[in-house]
C-alpha cells in the first residue's frame, strides 16, 4: 500500500470528519479510494490527495455551503500587517 492511502480511522483523525462520514462520501463518489480485504474484512483505503482537496478551508467543500464565509480573506490582507 502506497502512502498516499489512509485507511478510515487515519483520515478521520487527519481531517476532523467522522469516520461514518468518510465512508459516506467514499461511497457517494466525491472522495477517491478503494476497498480492500484485509484480516478477513473489506475496509475502505481513503486518497490522501483527495481529502486534503475535499477539506481545505479554500475551494474545499465548505465552499458549496451557503452562508458567510467569515473565516476566509483575501491574500492581500496577510502582507498589510
Known amino acids: 500500500m502506497g502512502n498516499d492511502f489512509l485507511s478510515i480511522e487515519e483520515a478521520a483523525a487527519r481531517s476532523g470528519l467522522h469516520p461514518n462520514t468518510i465512508q459516506r462520501l467514499l461511497r457517494q463518489g ?15 483505503f481513503v486518497s490522501a490527495s483527495s481529502l486534503d482537496k475535499y477539506t481545505n478551508p479554500w475551494n474545499g467543500f465548505l465552499m458549496d455551503r451557503p452562508g458567510p464565509k467569515i473565516y476566509l480573506r483575501r491574500r492581500e490582507d496577510d502582507n498589510k500587517d
Open 30 to 44: 466525491k472522495l477517491e479510494g478503494f476497498k480492500e480485504h484485509h484480516g478477513g474484512q473489506y475496509r475502505w
